[in-house]
C-alpha cells in the first residue's frame, strides 16, 4: 500500500475535536506528519525521491506490523500531510505482553489506610482537588499482561481496556523500532531519525480536547481540560496537584517529576520561616552591632588608616569609607545566620529521608515497584548489538554491541571529554579571577578618593563592590554560554557511550550534564567562600598570582557579603533567565504559528492540526527541569550561611515554577509520549551528595568565611582580663583587635607599593589579621 497516493480527499467532518479516523470508529494513537515533495516551491528532485522511496518503505512496514494509517492533507496548509495511526486490539495485545505492561486483573478491595490528618478534613478541604470535577481513579490488582490468560483480565470494554497513554506507549515503541532502509547489512529504523533527517516534521499522540474549553465529543474524558482548569490555571495556585490525574494522561515520568517538585516545596516552607526569622533577627540587631558602628564612627573607623590593597594606583583609605558595607554585613553575619546553619543541616536531611518515604508511596500506588525488571533496551542499542557473547550466568548465547576492551575504550573517551570540559570551566574562573585582580585596581584609580567616606558614590559604590558586581554579571554570562555548549556536547558524549535502557541512557546524562552544571554553577562562589583573601601575604611583601597579580582581599569584615552579592545574582538571572525560555519563547513561538495560518483562522482545524502547531518538547523531556532545581537545591543548601533568605526566594520561585510548567505543558506543547518511571534515577544521589557537602560547606563558612567565630572569640576572652581593659562581656574595641600595625618605612624595596600618596606621610597603616584572635 503506498499510501502517499492515498491521501484522504474528503472535507474534514468540523469535529475540531475528533479523535477518530474518517470513519469515526478507530481511535488515532499517533500522528505523523510530512511535507509533499510534489508541492515544493523548490523541487530537488533526487533528495526528494530519496525522502519519499524512505518514508513509503517505512509505512509500508509499519502496515506489515499491523497499525493501520490514514493520511489527511492540512486544512490550512495543503503541503502538509496528516498520517494517522491507529493500533488494532491484537497489536495491541501482542506488543503488551512484549514490553511487559501491567494491566487490570481485578478491582482492588482492600480498605486503604486512613491518615492521621482525617480528623483535619475541615480544614485542608480549601486545598484538596474537587473529587466532583476529577473523580478519584479506580484502584485494580494488576499482573503483566499475557495473551494465553486474556480471560484473567478485567476486560469490560475492548476500547477502553488500553487507555490512551497506553496505547499511544505501545504505537511508539513501534515506530521507535520499525526500520526503512537497509544499506550494507546495517539496519536504519526509527521514527526519531526519520524526523531528525526531515523526512517527518512532526511525530506525536494527541491531546484529548482543546485546554480552554470541553470537547463535543460526549465521551472524551476531557483530561486536558480538567487538568488545566484545576492544575494549571493561576486562580489553583493554592491547590493541590491532582497528581493521578496527571500520572494518567502524562505518564508516571511526569507525575513523578511533580510528586518531587510539589513535595520539596512543601518543605522549603519550613525552611523559609526559620530562614526569614534569622533574618529578621539580624534586621532587628542591626542597631546593636556593636563592630558596626566603630566602622562607622569617625572617632574610630575615621582614624583608622588602612594600607594599600593595590601597587601602585591604591591610595592609603580610611576603614569608615566601608560604613555601608559593614552595616549590611550585620543583616547576614549574626547569631541567626549560626543557629539557621545548623538548621538547614538537618532540613536537608530530613527532607530527603521523607522524600524516599512518599517515594515509596507512590512506587505503591502507581505499581512502578517491579518497573526495572520490565525495562526495554532503547532500539539504538539493539541495532548495534552484533558481537555475539555467551552469558557466565545462563550459559545462552546473547548479543552485545561491543567487547570488553571496546566499552573500555568508549568509557576513557567519555570521561576524557567530560574531564577537558570541566578544565574547561575552570579556566574561566582563572580568567575572572584575573579580571578582578586587573579591575580593581582601575576602579581604586577612578572612584573618588574622599578619604572621610562622606561622598555619595563612594558611600555605596566602594572599589571592592564594584569588581564584586561586574564580575558577578560576567561570570553569569559565561555561565550561561558555557551551559548551552555544553548541553550539546554532553548528548553527544552519552549517545557514543551507548546505554543500553532509557533508564541507563538519562542516568548517564544526568550524572555527566550536574557535575559540568556543577563545577559551572558553584566554582566562583567556591572561589569567593573559601579562597579569596586567605593567602594575600602582608604590607610590603604581597603574595602575587602568576606572578604578576596581586591577590585581592576581602572587606574588613570578611568576604561573606560578596558571597551574598554572588548568589543573588546568579540565583536571580538564573531564574529570570529560565523563565523566559521556558514561558516566553514557546509562547512567542506559538504566536508567531498562529500569525502565519491566520488565512485560515476562519476554518474549523482538526485535532492534530492544532497540535501541530504547538511546540515540540524535546527528546529529553523534563531534564533540564530537574536540572534546574537541583541547581536552586544546592543554592539553597551549600551557601544558604550566607543567605539566609535563599529558601524564601526558592519558595517563591517553585510555587511559580510548578504552575507555569503546567501551563506550559498544557497549552504551549504537544503531549509528551507517556513513559513509565520508578523513581527520580540519579537525582536522588546527586541530591544526596548535595547534602553531605552542604554540611561541610556550611560549616566552613562560619568557621572562615563569616567573623563570627572571631566575633565570639573576643566576646568570651579577649574583651575581659587578662586581655583586655573592660570589666565585663562587651564587642568595643573589637574592629582594633582584629587590625594589625605595619610601619610604613617596612616597605621593601622590591614591592611595587608606593607608599606616598596625596594625604601625607603616615609612618603606620592597618591592616587585617588572617586569624582575628
Not at 513509503?56 to 500531510?81: F, H, M, P, W
Given at each position: 500500500m503506498k499510501i502517499d497516493e492515498k491521501v484522504a480527499k474528503e472535507e474534514f467532518n468540523g469535529k475540531s475535536d475528533s479523535l477518530f479516523f474518517n470513519d469515526g470508529q478507530r481511535r488515532i494513537d499517533f500522528v505523523l506528519v510530512y511535507e509533499d515533495e510534489s508541492r515544493k516551491e523548490t523541487n530537488k528532485k533526487g533528495s526528494n525521491e530519496k525522502q519519499r522511496r524512505?518514508?513509503?518503505?517505512?509505512?509500508?512496514?509499519?502496515?506489515?506490523?499491523?497499525?493501520?494509517?490514514?493520511?489527511?492533507?492540512?486544512?490550512?496548509?495543503?503541503?502538509?500531510?496528516?498520517?494517522?495511526?491507529?493500533?488494532?486490539?491484537?497489536v495491541l495485545c501482542t506488543y503488551a505482553e512484549i514490553m511487559h505492561i501491567k494491566l487490570p486483573l481485578k478491582p482492588n478491595d482492600l480498605k486503604t489506610r486512613s491518615s492521621a490528618f482525617d480528623n483535619f478534613n475541615w480544614f485542608t478541604k480549601v486545598l484538596q482537588v474537587d473529587e466532583s470535577i476529577i473523580k478519584p481513579e479506580q484502584e485494580f490488582f494488576t499482573a503483566p499482561f499475557e495473551k494465553n490468560r486474556m480471560n484473567d483480565f478485567y476486560i469490560q470494554d475492548r476500547d477502553t481496556f488500553f487507555n490512551p497513554a497506553t496505547r499511544s506507549r505501545i504505537v511508539y515503541f513501534i515506530l521507535s523500532r520499525i526500520k526503512y532502509q537497509v544499506r550494507d547489512n546495517v539496519k536504519k529504523f526509527g521514527i526519531n531519525k526519520l524526523v531528525s533527517s526531515g523526512i517527518y516534521k512532526a511525530a506525536f499522540p494527541l491531546h484529548d480536547c482543546n485546554f480552554s474549553s470541553p470537547s463535543e465529543d460526549l465521551s472524551c474524558p476531557n483530561e486536558r481540560y480538567l487538568l488545566y482548569r484545576e492544575w494549571a490555571h493561576p486562580r489553583s495556585i493554592y491547590k493541590k496537584q491532582p497528581l493521578d490525574l496527571i500520572r494518567k494522561y502524562y505518564g508516571e515520568k511526569i507525575g513523578i517529576y511533580f510528586a518531587w517538585l510539589g513535595y520539596y516545596t512543601q518543605m522549603l516552607l519550613l525552611a523559609a520561616v526559620v530562614g526569614v526569622a534569622c533574618f529578621l533577627y539580624g534586621y532587628f540587631n542591626q542597631n546593636n552591632c556593636t563592630w558596626s558602628k566603630?566602622?562607622?564612627?569617625?572617632?574610630?573607623?575615621?582614624?583608622?588608616?588602612?594600607?594599600?590593597?593595590?601597587?601602585?594606583?591604591?591610595?592609603?583609605?580610611?576603614?569608615?569609607?566601608?560604613?555601608?558595607?559593614?552595616?549590611?554585613?550585620c543583616l547576614f553575619d549574626s547569631f541567626g545566620t549560626l543557629v539557621f546553619a545548623v538548621f538547614m543541616g538537618v532540613w536537608v536531611t530530613l527532607f530527603l529521608e521523607f522524600w524516599k518515604r512518599r517515594q515509596a508511596e507512590l512506587e505503591y500506588e502507581w505499581d512502578t515497584v517491579e518497573l526495572q525488571q520490565e525495562e526495554q533496551p532503547r532500539p539504538e542499542y539493539e541495532a548495534r548489538c552484533t558481537h555475539v557473547v555467551i552469558n557466565e550466568i545462563t550459559q545462552e548465547e546473547e548479543r552485545i554491541p561491543f567487547t570488553t576492551w571496546g566499552k573500555c575504550i568508549r568509557i576513557t573517551l567519555c570521561a576524557s571529554a567530560v574531564f577537558f570540559w570541566i578544565l574547561l570551566i575552570v579556566a574561566s574562573v582563572i580568567g575572572i579571577i584575573v579580571y578582578r585582580l586587573s579591575v580593581f585596581i582601575v576602579f581604586s584609580a577612578k572612584?573618588?578618593?574622599?578619604?572621610?567616606?562622606?561622598?555619595?558614590?563612594?558611600?555605596?559604590?566602594?572599589?571592592?563592590?564594584?569588581?564584586?558586581?561586574?564580575?558577578?554579571?560576567?561570570?553569569?554570562?559565561?555561565i550561561m554560554i558555557l551551559n548551552t555548549i555544553y548541553e550539546k556536547v554532553a548528548i553527544m558524549i552519552t549517545n557514543f557511550e551507548l546505554p543500553r535502557t532509557q533508564t541507563d541512557y538519562e542516568n548517564s546524562l544526568t550524572m555527566k550534564m550536574f557535575l559540568f552544571q556543577f563545577v559551572n554553577y558553584y566554582s566562583s562562589c567556591f572561589y569567593i567562600a573559601f579562597f579569596k583573601g586567605k593567602f594575600v601575604g602582608y604590607p610590603g611583601d604581597p603574595v602575587y598570582w602568576l606572578g604578576k597579580y596581586r591577590n585581592e582581599e576581602c572587606d574588613p569584615g570578611g568576604c561573606l557579603l560578596e558571597l551574598t552579592t554572588q548568589l543573588i545574582i546568579i540565583m536571580g538571572g538564573k531564574a529570570i533567565w529560565n523563565n523566559i525560555q521556558e514561558v516566553l519563547l514557546p509562547w512567542v513561538m506559538n504566536l508567531i504559528g498562529r500569525c502565519r495560518t491566520v488565512s485560515g483562522a476562519e476554518k474549523k482545524t482538526p485535532r492534530w492540526e492544532q497540535d501541530y502547531h504547538l511546540q515540540p518538547m524535546g527528546k529529553l523531556g523534563l531534564f533540564y527541569e530537574y536540572l534546574e532545581m537541583i541547581i536552586q537545591f544546592g543554592f539553597v543548601t551549600l551557601f544558604v550561611a550566607s543567605f539566609p533568605l535563599a529558601p524564601l526566594l526558592a519558595l517563591v520561585n517553585n510555587i511559580l515554577e510548578i504552575r507555569v510548567d503546567a501551563w506550559k505543558l498544557t497549552t504551549q506543547y504537544r503531549r509528551m509520549v507517556p513513559e513509565k518511571a520508578q523513581d527520580i534515577g540519579a537525582w536522588q544521589p546527586i541530591m544526596q551528595g548535595i547534602a553531605i557537602m552542604a554540611v561541610v560547606t556550611n560549616a566552613m563558612i562560619i568557621a572562615f568565611t563569616s567573623d563570627m567565630i572571631p566575633r565570639l572569640v573576643y566576646y568570651w576572652s579577649f574583651s575581659v582580663p587578662p586581655y583586655g581593659d573592660h570589666p565585663h562581656y562587651t564587642m568595643e574595641g573589637y574592629i582594633n583587635n582584629t587590625l594589625s600595625y605595619f610601619n610604613v618605612a617596612d616597605f621593601k624595596s622590591k614591592s611595587k607599593e608606593n607608599p606616598y600618596t596625596e594625604l601625607g606621610d603616615y609612618t603606620t597603616c592597618r591592616q587585617v589579621l588572617l586569624i582575628s584572635v
Open positions: 524512505k518514508r513509503r518503505a517505512y509505512e509500508s512496514n509499519l502496515i506489515c506490523d499491523g497499525l493501520q494509517l490514514e493520511a489527511t492533507r492540512s486544512i490550512l496548509d495543503d503541503k502538509l500531510v496528516f498520517v494517522k495511526v491507529h493500533a488494532p486490539w491484537e566603630e566602622v562607622c564612627d569617625p572617632d574610630i573607623g575615621g582614624k583608622i588608616i588602612m594600607c594599600p590593597q593595590c601597587d601602585k594606583l591604591c591610595p592609603f583609605w580610611k576603614l569608615n569609607i566601608t560604613c555601608e558595607s559593614s552595616k549590611k554585613l572612584l573618588p578618593k574622599n578619604l572621610n567616606g562622606t561622598d555619595p558614590i563612594q558611600k555605596y559604590l566602594t572599589p571592592q563592590m564594584a569588581t564584586s558586581i561586574t564580575a558577578s554579571l560576567i561570570s553569569f554570562i559565561i
